[in-house]
């Protein structure tokens, strides 16, 4: 079974950084992109950050470009994303996404499988 789970989240103070963690199981990383995304409140799903280990195929959104960093280490299968400087406007619930398509502009979840999702809170 293929399957991705996140783990890392939390709650911190703004400026504060956490690291998210996507453990994958029944595939490698370099047969799908990966993606992370978040849900805030009242709002739509928005990709954060995604990546092709492949081919190094990188997709940040604009408002966490500079801060967010996401990697992966392909021994332990897993996909990080890296948050620093955090704001509140950063508080959701961040998804773990197997099979996404990084296009120019964006990067899309049409075809995504998820994980359960882990809560991120950045107290003011």
């Known amino acids: 079974e293929r399957r991705v789970v996140e783990s890392g989240g939390g709650l911190v103070q703004a400026g504060g950084s956490l690291r998210l963690s996507c453990v994958a199981s029944g595939f490698n990383l370099d047969d799908y992109e990966i993606g992370w995304f978040r849900q805030a409140p009242g709002k739509e799903r928005e990709a954060v950050s995604c990546?092709?280990?492949?081919?190094?195929?990188?997709y940040y959104e604009d408002s966490v470009k500079g801060r967010f960093t996401i990697s992966s280490e392909n021994a332990e299968n897993t996909v990080y994303l890296q948050m620093d400087s955090l704001k509140p406007e950063d508080t959701a619930v961040y998804y773990c996404a197997r099979d996404v398509a990084i296009r120019y502009t964006d990067c899309s979840a049409e075809n995504a499988s998820w994980g359960q999702g882990t809560q991120v809170t950045v107290s003011s």
């Open positions: 990546v092709s280990t492949r081919t190094g195929r990188l």
